[in-house]
Structure formats: C-alpha cells, structure tokens
C-alpha cells in the first residue's frame, strides 16, 4: 500500500499557494475582518469581538439564525429517513417495473436548476393554497436534499458484502431483523454522514428558501442577503464566521463518520 | 479409522429440482439422496449449478420445480432463517461489527437460547476449532485462517441437522487446506453432523468426502465414491474431468472371454477388460491413467502364463518433469500419439530415471483400461 510520494518543487508550491489562495483567501479575510473593531467594513480598526456580540443581541438576526437550524435540522432527519428507505429499495430491493425511471427520478434534484425546484414549488404550495412559513421551507428541502442521502447510502450499501444478510438470515432472522441487526450498524456512518449533508445543505440554500418561505419567516441566509442589499454590516461578517464555523465542523464529523464505515464489512472481493 | 455411522435412510432427499435464472436453466430436474452423517461433496466446474443447488439448500434460492425434503418434510418453500441448516459462505460473511464470540452467539441468541447456555456453547465451539484467547476480536483481526474457524465455529453452533460448506477453503493456502481438510473431516466424524461441500477442487473433494456428485450443465452425471469415480468414471467428460487420463478412439475389433481387442488409430491394437456394464458402441474410447502406464527400457517379458494381457506401446521419451514424488513422462509414439506416464520415485538415487530422447516401452495392463463410449 506504499504510496508514491511526489516531491514538491518549487512550480508545485507556487500552483498550491496560489490555488489555496484563491479557493480561501476570501473566507480568510472575511473571519478576519469579522474581528474588526471599526464600523467600517474595509477598514481595520484594530481586534475586537464587538461585532458577536451586536449579533447575539440582534434578535432579528438570532430569530433567523434559529429557524434555518430548525428548518435544516427536521428538514435533514425527514430526509435521511426518506433517502434511505429508497437507497435500501434501490440497493436490496426486488427489481420491480419502473426502478431505472424510479432511480432517476430521485436523482432529478441533483441536476435540476434551483430555480426551476423553487418556483415549482411555490407553484405547489400556492395552488395547496398552503401557509408558507416554517414547515413550506422544510419540506422544500427535504425533497432536494433526500437524493443527496440516498447517493450517499446507496454506495455504501452496494459496497456492502450482500452475503453478511444472508449469514444473518442463515443464523436464525427473519429478513426485517436482519437488516436491523446486521445491515444497518454497518450502514449508520453513510446515514450520518448524509444526515449531515443534508443539515449543510438546507442551512446554506438561498434560491429555494425564498421562493418557499412567506413574511415573517425568513431563513439565515435570505436575512443576510436582504441586509447585505443594503450595505454589508460587519456584523454580518461575524454571522459569516460562525457558520462557516458550524459547517466546517460537521463536514469534519462527517468525513470521519464515512472513513469510519468504509473501514468494515467491504465485500471481500479485492477492489 | 473407523468409517462413521451412515445410515441407510436419506435425512435430505431432492427430487426433480430445477431452477432457471432468465433463460439459463441453473439445475435441471436434478436428484439425490443423502443420507444422515454423510459427508458429501458437490463437484464441477464454474457455472455447472453445484453453488445454485446449495443455495437452494440453504434457502436462499427457491427451487422452481421439484421437492426438498429434510427428515420428511418438504422445505423447498421454507425461508432460510426456519431451517435446520446452516451455511458456511466462502468468504465467511463475519459480521465485521461483531467480535467472535458475538459472531458465533448471534444464531444462539435467535433462537432464543438461555445466556448461561450460549456462553457454555460459545465456549465449547471456541474449544473445538481452537481459537481460545481471540473470543474478543473483530473479524478484522484475524488471519485467513482463523477468520474460517471463527466462520465453522458459527455454522455450528447451532447444530444444525445438515452442514452447507460452499468452497470453505478456497481462501487459505495450500499448506493450510491441507491441514484443514483434516480437521473438518475429523470434526465431522466426531459430531456424526451430515456435511454437503461444494468444491471445484477434486482433490479436496476425494480426500474429505465419502461420496462425491458430480455436475455438469446443472446435471448431476455421476454420484461415487471417490475410488469409483477415479477408477470407474461414468464417461469420458467426468474421465477428463477428475483426474489426468491418456485417451485412445477406437473400433471394437473382437469380444471374448470377458476382454475386448479395440483397434485404435494412434496406438494400434489394445486388449481391454470388459467392465459392467458392458459397451455397447462400436466407437469407444480405451482410458488409461498416467500412474497406470509404466516405462521400461525394453519391453516386458512375455505374458506367457500371464494371466492378463498387456499392451505395449513403443516411443521416444519427449519430456520428463520431475515433481518430488512422482516423475511424469510424456512418451511419443510412432503414430505421433502421445501416452503421459507418471512414475512414483520410489529410490532416492536416478536410477530408473529416463531422459528426454531415450527410447522406452509404455505398457499397461487390460485390467487397468478403461473403455468409454464416446
């Protein structure tokens, strides 16, 4: 399993350096200014943590914040559920008619532009003549991000050894319990590992939440849009920061979590 | 060592059993007996059905004709988990989440077993595949062949009335199969459990069972003892199939006295003993094994007061590949036919050793040929 190590030449550490510039650079200066003691945004007026606090006596802002990781938390748990009961009917399922239109149809959200899911949606909602508020944006993200579960679920499953069902069944369970006792603990690290997906997903989304929510209700990330229209507070700056905070925690979690299953019960073919 | 008690009853009788994927008909209207204590191996090549019947043993394939009967009672339609079988995977299928002794306590445990008792079990199946000490490991910890006891221990444990084994040493080395094969037939014979094997290995098959099915084409095409099935091959496939053989195609010529005389284009006239049942084509094959032809230098004395005939076949030694204990030959023959011989090296030193070049005479007895219809 020795890896070939490439040596980095000085051609190499420039294209990284710059690179990672590029990609971060932004987001650095962003965490950086968000610690900017001056009301102006471009200017450095020395460290301070003035503006956390503005945002945790902004109640606006808090209401907002609450709602988008109460949307992305139930929105997330609905479609984890939902998500592995179809990567499980696509993986272990019987073949039935209309799998591959099945199959497709589930992965549609992934290609399709956001607008086009939003304003559907909307279309939806309005001819339901639903109420939109809390639970239109919650269903709104479940249906885009239960593909990304099932995708996520779905690999792991096929990586699955299918005979480890089958000794469970052979040693006494019916094929209910042997999918509880044996399947799922092998599969729980791809079903957190799309949980939280989902969770970054729907607490990043702007197009879909604003087509979906009504006055009153707003999300996160549409306060800080309609905010920043009028002029970037650094406050925002600050609220920036902790959602990166947030989210670069649970991509960590996750990618731990999905090492974590990768590492047991690979069917024992060599790969 | 004495044999194990079989009985005469079949505990597992498969009538007429048949199974088709799509338009690939996996086993055909296939038949067996086997009886309680057996141990029985399935032999064939890939793709000949041996896996697909096993399967449908173990109930994870449901046969589309036909019965399966177990100690009387059809279970052809029955789900694997309410059978009184069990299986060992080829690759072993360990829970990889569960240590070993969980491993080979998760059948106790469903069928609901008392915890002293799966505790007394687990220990005592740990004792008889020897794997005290590693009751704590995950599968991943393990080597090869400790994965495989961990594997037997959990098929076991729940003493079932027939054992599946599907290829159980495919995965370990030579060494270690050999070892092994041991130890299996030696743990069936004290648990007088009924073993079913499915191997693509004759040697495995021959050294461990006590009779051996063969199969082709989702057919069973002969069901022997290892002995019958080497020395009396039911036809030419299952001749070439188990075992090396020199094959010979001929007319018979004359039948008396129980012996055939086969003329035979790449080795001219062969005197052959008439087996039963006798053969009743004119275009027959005479079989000869390699360790059944010898080589001298010149030909043998002279029959005269002999009482079986022997066949002589004159030719140039073309290659000799010594092995260890055997030498096996390939000898040319004035036809441009070629006979293998293979000889035991029975003395340290070369001294019956022959050279590639030398001239020798192969010959082989009546009674050690075989003849098969073609």
């Not at chain 2, 002794?101 to 998760?106: E, G, L, Y």
């Not at chain 2, 002969?222 to 020199?246: C, H, K, M």
Request: net charge positive.
């Amino acid at each position: 399993m020795a890896r070939t190590v490439t040596r980095l030449t000085r051609f190499n550490m420039t294209s990284l350096a710059l690179g990672l510039a590029f990609l971060y650079l932004p987001i650095v200066i962003l965490v950086i200014y968000s610690f900017n003691a001056s009301r102006l945004v471009t200017v450095w007026g020395g460290w301070s943590l003035r503006w956390y606090h503005e945002f945790f006596n902004d109640r606006a802002m808090l209401e907002a914040a609450w709602m988008s990781l109460s949307v992305a938390a139930v929105s997330a748990t609905l479609a984890t559920l939902l998500g592995t009961l179809a990567a499980v009917g696509l993986a272990r399922g019987e073949r039935f008619r209309g799998r591959a239109l099945f199959s497709g149809m589930l992965y549609s959200p992934l290609v399709m532009p956001e607008v086009i899911s939003g304003l559907s949606l909307l279309l939806l909602f309005v001819a339901l003549n639903a109420e939109r508020g809390f639970w239109t944006v919650t269903i709104a993200h479940t249906t885009l991000t239960m593909c990304f579960v099932t995708v996520v679920v779905q690999s792991r499953l096929s990586a699955l050894d299918r005979s480890l069902e089958e000794a469970a069944m052979d040693l006494g369970c019916d094929p209910v319990r042997a999918f509880l006792m044996v399947t799922l603990p092998l599969i729980v690290p791809a079903i957190v590992a799309g949980w939280m997906l989902a969770f970054t997903l729907s607490l990043d989304d702007v197009v879909i939440a604003s087509f979906t929510t009504g006055p009153g209700s707003a999300t996160l990330p549409i306060r800080i849009y309609s905010e920043v229209r009028l002029g970037v507070k650094p406050e925002i700056n600050a609220i920036c920061t902790l959602v990166i905070a947030l989210i670069a925690v649970i991509i960590v979690v996750a990618s731990f979590a999905s090492k974590l299953s990768s590492s047991q019960g690979e069917s024992a073919a060599p790969l | 060592m004495p044999e194990p008690a079989v009985s005469d009853i079949p505990l597992l009788r498969i009538e007429g059993v048949a199974k088709s994927f799509g338009n690939f008909r996996a086993v055909d209207k296939l038949s067996l007996d086997i009886r309680a204590g057996e141990f029985f191996a399935l032999l064939g090549p890939s793709g000949c059905g041996k896996t697909t019947l096993l399967r449908m043993l173990a109930g994870f394939e449901t046969p589309d004709e036909g019965r399966i009967l177990l100690g009387g009672n059809d279970i052809a339609q029955v789900l694997p988990h309410a059978r009184p079988v069990n299986m060992m995977f080829q690759n072993y299928a360990l829970f990889p989440h569960l240590s070993v002794r969980d491993n080979i306590a998760f059948g106790l445990k469903r069928a609901g077993m008392a915890r002293k008792d799966i505790a007394t079990r687990v220990a005592e199946m740990v004792a008889l595949v020897k794997l005290e000490g590693l009751e704590k490991r995950k599968p991943d910890q393990l080597s090869g062949g400790q994965r495989q006891r961990v594997a037997l221990a959990r098929s076991l444990a729940r003493r079932p009335q027939v054992l599946l084994l599907d290829e159980p040493l495919a995965a370990l080395d030579k060494k270690l199969r050999e070892s092994t094969q041991g130890e299996l037939m030696e743990l069936q014979r004290r648990l007088g459990m009924t073993f079913i094997i499915v191997t693509h290995d004759q040697e495995e098959a021959m050294t461990m069972a006590g009779r051996i099915g063969v199969m082709d084409a989702g057919r069973l095409v002969q069901v022997a003892t290892p002995r019958n099935l080497y020395e009396a091959p039911a036809s030419r496939w299952i001749a070439e199939f188990v075992g090396d053989i020199n094959l010979f195609n001929g007319q018979v010529a004359a039948r008396e006295n129980g012996r055939l005389t086969v003329s035979t284009s790449e080795a001219g006239t062969l005197a052959v003993s008439e087996l039963w049942p006798p053969v009743t084509k004119q275009v027959v094959s005479v079989a000869i094994r390699p360790e059944k032809v010898k080589l001298s230098r010149r030909a043998p004395a002279s029959d005269a007061g002999a009482p079986q005939a022997i066949n002589r076949l004159e030719g140039v030694v073309i290659d000799a590949n010594y092995l260890g204990g055997v030498t096996s030959y390939r000898v040319k023959l004035e036809t441009g036919a070629v006979v293998r011989a293979s000889m035991a090296n029975t003395a340290r030193l070369d001294v019956d050793a022959y050279l590639a070049g030398q001239r020798v005479v192969a010959w082989f007895t009546a009674d050690d040929c075989l003849v098969l219809e073609q």
